[in-house]
């Protein structure tokens, strides 16, 4: 069985201050995203309708916003709300971690729809344009993940050749896991990207792309939430209702990319990019 290499999370430090490799991963995500969308806006259906660098780079600083805001409150209220009632000043004390990833985008979407008010374009208008450049931030940050040894996976046969132990889960037995993050980057980020980068590459319907990508991460996600460990203090919410938060939280995304994708197909006759 392979063991975690246990990377220390600090990746230099500069006197007092310390750059993690979870910061760093962040950062890489941000950059990806720029050259990306920088490419699409330059794609001849985008260039038409008067997409410019200027509008991705002001895009990106607003889905900054939504994903350091959103991620955050939307952790603790999805998944610690008594505990962060009771505390609230420990808020915004995002060094101790805690990120949502369904609080980011519904603070991204927020994001998208003030940029796309400022700049009078329509919410989908945007959300089509930037959807394709996505998926490897996610895959950037869940690789942070496991650079951490955070999220870890639940118990794994053990023959099978990638099960890992993760020696952060203090487990008694000292079991193999699946290595979940790895999973979820490889499926929510470099799958889920060449799927909506090739899908992408020609006009659509407007709201198409964007309903390609929700309902395609929450299947996704959905799936490999089977294959990672809930949180301690939600292991009590899965066993009971059957699934995980991460699953219940994947089903509007999955219902809602579904009837966006329809919709956009029925109310438009001719693709608009």
Partial sequence: MLVHPQFDPIALRLGPVAIHWYGITYLIAFGLFLWLAGKRARMPQ???????????????????????????????????PDYYLDHLAEV??????????HGGLLGVLLGLYLFGRRRGRSFFEVSDLIAPCVPTGIAAVRLGNFINGELWGRQAPSDLPWAMIFPQAN????????PSQLYQAAGEGLLLF?????????????????????????????????????????????VRTGLSMGQWLCVPMIIGGIAIFAWATRRNQRPAG
């Fill in 46 to 80: 985008h260039v038409a309708v008067g997409w410019t660098r200027q509008d991705v780079d002001d895009v990106l600083f607003y889905g900054v916003l939504g994903v350091v805001l959103g991620g955050r409150l939307g952790y603790c209220l999805f998944y610690k």
């Fill in 194 to 238: 060449v799927v909506l980068w090739l899908y992408a590459r020609k006009p659509r319907a407007t709201g198409q792309i964007s309903g390609v990508f929700m309902a395609g991460y929450g299947v996704l996600r959905f799936t490999a939430e089977y294959f990672r460990e809930p949180d301690d203090f939600l292991k009590d919410f899965a």
């Fill in 171 to 178: 487990d008694p037995a000292g079991f193999a896991r699946h």
């Fill in 92 to 101: 915004v004390a995002v060094w101790k971690g805690g990120m949502s990833f």
